[in-house]
């Protein structure tokens, strides 16, 4: 299946399609369900230090029995217990059980104190020790990848945002930065549009896109995230439905299939975004206001 790995800049591959943890909680549960996504075929896994489940991440490597090179590891710094860079990583790689982690992103420009550069300086010795192949940045706009890049001497490899049709408009700006910087983009949160806002002006594009090519509308909107050049993040307790995420790599939407999904997601992203805040402040202990949608995922 065709979900082809995409150069970094740091010289290294990137599996263009994972497995996320996120809302998987901790116990049994996780170390099953990434098993299960190792076995159906997922070989990149997506954690962060936020989502507590590190440990049972690392568990459910070494019971796969698939050696460490097979699986591409990202984990996030996400300020958990006040931990600085330094002491994160040592307990991220810990409690994966790992000597090094392919991937390491800062989790929101908000955790960057006192301030970005300083911050990116310790990612950058982060990955001059080898404790992390590649290092990038998550829920970055555009004028902070430019504060970043500014001082950096290393380029993030990655940034991991929202993206769906109905906030495409509104990020479109990041993914052409990191475009012009040699940035890649992650996609978490895709099927919003199907998940949380049925009912929406995607539907018909999405459902007629899905008869024509023989898909179902979840694995339209991956092509969408795959022709956008974005990795996709993605999560599901049921097999068959990994399976056909799996499968969505063999999907190519035309440019005007693309057109039709980039115009009805801003015809719904039109009237529905509230000012709020932030849900995942609370979370990463961070107090910030954001104008974001309603339906939004953000971690």
Known sequence: MPWDPIRLNSGYYIPSIAFGTWKLGNGQGPIDQVEQALDTGFNHIDTAQVYRNESETGTALRESGLSRSDVFVTTKYSGLNGLDIPTSIQNSLSNLGVEYVDLYLIHHPRLAV????????????????????????????AKDLAVLLASAKVKPAVNQILLHPYVYSRQRPILEYAAANGIVIEAYSTLTPITNMPGGPLDKPLNEIATKLGATTDQVLFAWVKAKGAVVVTTSSKKSRLEGYLAAGDIVLSEEDVAAIDAAGELGEEGTCVRRKWVGAAVLGVGVSAGLCRYLDVL
Do not use: C, Y
């Not at 990116?120 to 010795?125: F, I, L, V, Y």
């Not at 990955?127 to 992390?132: C, H, M, N, S, V």
């Open 114 to 141: 006192p301030d970005i550069p300083t911050v990116w300086a310790q990612m950058e010795k982060v990955r001059e020790a080898g404790l992390a192949k590649s290092i990038g940045v998550s829920n970055f706009d």
